[in-house]
């Protein structure tokens, strides 16, 4: 797998944990979907993505998005 994957499948088991959290636990767990969105959306723009840096630093292949 490559980072572009990883970022996407993390982000992706994020969401849908806050969610079922947000769900069976508190509500107040939607803001955390909300921070998992805005960050989707500014690595989209920017090229930035946390997760991407901590994933190259650790030696996981680039994919297109993230080089």
Known sequence: MNID??????????VLSSVLLSIYHN???LWFTGFVGLNLFQAA???FCPLAKILKAVGV??????E
């Open 5 to 14: 994957r990883l970022v996407f499948a993390v982000a992706g088991c994020f």
């Open 45 to 47: 723009f920017t090229g």
């Open 61 to 66: 292949q680039p994919g297109h998005a993230f």
């Open 27 to 29: 509500p107040n767990w």
